[in-house]
């Protein structure tokens, strides 16, 4: 597993049990005394270490390498899922994912930003950075969700909309406008995930639903930490200390009713346990569709319309 820098004493010490165990295993050595001190202490330090987290410590872990992405709780959430590729206007876009799937028999949208690992599959999936024909394949989805009354499920995790000059000429932030006017009038229900980084426009893009639910070691934000500071102060490294201004933690976009729910995180992140947080996120994608389920399409609208009006806060002088 990859590790960040202030998990390095963490990590060095769960290395040294991997270690002892393979020797007492393959020596047949007695070392449980010595291991259970050693696991104690490991309890001991992963419960300090991630209690006391600055800021700037949880946005990196918002961006683990070894974060799940995406793709690593459709197949462990979803049955079935079935990909659409294309936006019928100009070609495919890997940063987004796209299709049908079963969620306990029923058949859903889900839609969702994908990062690469290796660095073969960042390129090809552009580092989570959608261009515009990712959104209209996107649309395209949530067009034929809506057609035919499948809930559509929305996953974010991306730095922000692709900002090169390709992109630009063949209309992102048209595609960007439009995705938010169709989700806006979707009659269906609609629960959208912050995964990993929210960032800007490219997050909002797939975010306008009835219940907007966020990852606790996630971030939503108008721009990356580092995007701030080089616009401010000119000097992109100043990302931490853009961070702790602009109130991208989950706990900060609860309290400001951005977002609806925090999903707690296995101890140390996600990426720790991928399959503890894929049952912890299944069980309130589940929890959200029941409870959608009861409006019909008018009241729908009217939900997703009052929770966006209600964001803001202004004090009269």
């Known amino acids: 597993m990859a590790h960040l820098d202030f998990e390095r004493p963490l990590v060095e010490l769960e290395q040294r049990i991997g270690e002892l165990e393979a020797l007492a295993e393959g020596e047949g050595l007695a070392m449980d005394g010595q291991l259970a001190d050693l696991r104690a202490r490991a309890v001991e330090l992963r419960q300090d270490l991630y209690q006391g987290l600055s800021i700037w410590q949880k946005v990196q872990l918002s961006r683990h390498p070894d974060r799940p992405y995406f793709n690593d709780y459709l197949e462990r959430i979803f049955e079935d899922f079935v990909e659409l590729h294309g936006d019928?206007?100009?070609?495919?876009d890997p940063s987004i994912v796209a299709g049908f799937a079963r969620l306990d028999g029923e058949t859903v949208a889900?839609?969702?930003q994908q990062k690469g690992r290796t660095t073969r599959q960042k390129v090809m999936r552009n580092f989570g950075m959608a261009h515009p024909e990712g959104y209209r394949k996107a649309m395209r989805v949530m067009e034929l969700a809506d057609r035919y009354r499948r809930p559509i499920f929305t996953f974010i995790d991306t730095p922000g909309a692709y900002p090169g000059i390709g992109a630009e000429e063949r209309g992102q932030a048209e595609a960007i406008g439009r995705s938010l006017l169709v989700m806006s009038q979707l009659g269906v229900p609609v629960?959208?995930?912050?995964?990993?980084?929210?960032?800007?426009g490219?997050?909002?893009?797939l975010g306008v639903a009835n219940r907007v639910l966020m990852f606790e070691f996630s971030t939503y934000s108008v721009i990356t930490p580092e995007g701030c500071a080089s616009i401010l102060w000119r000097d992109g490294a100043r990302g931490?200390?853009?961070?702790?201004?602009?109130g991208l933690l989950s706990s900060k976009a609860r309290e400001l009713e951005i977002v609806d729910r925090v999903l707690p995180e296995p101890l140390g992140g996600a990426q720790r346990d991928a399959q503890a947080a894929a049952d912890i996120l299944g069980a309130a994608l589940r929890e959200e569709l029941r409870e959608l389920s009861k409006l019909d399409a008018a009241a729908l609208r009217e939900h997703r319309y009052a929770r966006f009006r209600r964001?803001?806060?202004?004090l009269e002088a």
């Open 311 to 314: 964001l803001g806060r202004f």
């Open 88 to 92: 019928r206007l100009y070609r495919d």
């Open 191 to 200: 629960v959208a995930t912050v995964l990993g980084e929210g960032g800007s």
């Open 110 to 112: 889900v839609i969702g």
């Open 240 to 246: 931490a200390e853009a961070a702790a201004q602009l």
């Open 202 to 205: 490219g997050a909002l893009a």
